[in-house]
């Protein structure tokens, strides 16, 4: 089951990429080429085949990627927490 994305966490995620998109796209090439080399293909290859802007294609799958990231770090620490 996916992580629930909260509002907070899109806001997060809005702030650190709207500043500088291209910017941010690059870093998230690799940061997912290391994290996870296999989505960071797929996301290339989808991109690359796709009939929109290659790039845009990308970026949206960077975005959708950290925003599950982020969510499922939150899920963990909820779960997680001891008093």
Avoid: C
Avoid at 37 to 42: G, H, L
């Amino acid at each position: 089951m996916l992580p629930i994305v909260n509002e907070n966490t899109v806001n997060d995620v809005i702030n650190d990429v709207i500043g500088d998109i291209h910017g941010w796209r690059k870093k998230m090439i690799h940061y997912i080429k290391d994290e996870n080399p296999e989505i960071n293909s797929a996301i290339i290859e989808i991109a690359q085949k796709s009939d929109l802007d290659p790039k845009a294609v990308a970026t949206g799958a960077y975005i959708a990627y950290l925003l599950l990231e982020k969510a499922s770090s939150d899920d963990n620490q909820i779960i997680n927490f001891e008093e």
